[in-house]
């Protein structure tokens, strides 16, 4: 069991390991990386304690913070330094990064400020650095599954400016930021993990 102010998110515990495989090679090289939208922390200590290498950057809207610092106190590893706000529509941290890692993030955020996401990931990435995008993502405007329909319907009933992104969508935005989709892994139940590349 965890504290009550210790935030849990099973997703999370059920699709670490699927996405270390993916991310473990794609940031050996890598030494300083800015995770978007870190939820309950849980991620960011897992990746961090698999890539001691790393120094991994947790960020999130305000509200967030307390059960991100729960999980970062408990777990007083070097290479998780304090947590900072990032509202992607505001003001962005004002050094650069080498890789860039946001999960489940795009379809709970509006188009707008899924666009301005990747407006300040091409201005905090350096050149060659990579930005993986992990979460649910339609192809050629279809779902990818009857889950992932339902999923959407169950996000725009919530907030209609919610749902599913659609890749070829993410694409432009990038390749408007100056990215270029360099990998589309599938992943467990019905996911995907998009890996851009910041182009010189």
């Known amino acids: ?30 030494r300083h990386l800015l995770e978007i939208g870190s939820g309950t922390g ?9 890539m001691p290498h790393l120094v991994w950057q947790t960020s999130d809207c305000a509200h967030y913070l307390p059960g ?14 304090p947590v900072r ?3 992607v529509t505001g003001i962005w941290p004002d ?10 993030t795009a379809h709970i955020m509006s188009e707008a400020q899924v666009e301005a996401m990747f407006e300040g990931v091409g201005r905090v990435l350096f050149d060659g650095g990579c930005f993986v ?11 990818t599954s009857e889950s992932n329909a339902r999923f959407d319907a169950m996000l725009r009933s919530r907030d209609p400016a919610m749902g ?13 930021n100056g990215m270029e989709l360099i990998a589309d892994h599938p992943m467990p139940v019905n996911n995907r993990t998009l890996v851009w ?4």
């Open 42 to 50: 849980q991620h960011a200590v897992f990746f961090a304690a698999a």
């Open 85 to 87: 706000v990032l509202d």
């Open 133 to 143: 995008l992990y979460g649910p993502f339609n192809i050629g405007g279809r779902y």
């Open 197 to 200: 590349q910041r182009i010189p």
């Open 68 to 81: 991100i610092r729960a999980w970062l106190d408990d777990a007083a590893l070097p290479n998780l330094p």
């Open 1 to 30: 069991m965890y504290p009550i102010d210790k935030p849990y998110s099973e997703a999370c515990e059920e699709n670490k390991r699927p996405i270390l495989d993916v991310i473990g090679p794609l940031f050996q090289e890598a």
């Open 95 to 104: 050094e650069r990064f080498d890789a860039v890692f946001s999960a489940n």
């Open 164 to 176: 599913i992104r659609d890749l070829d969508l993410l694409i432009r935005m990038a390749r408007d």
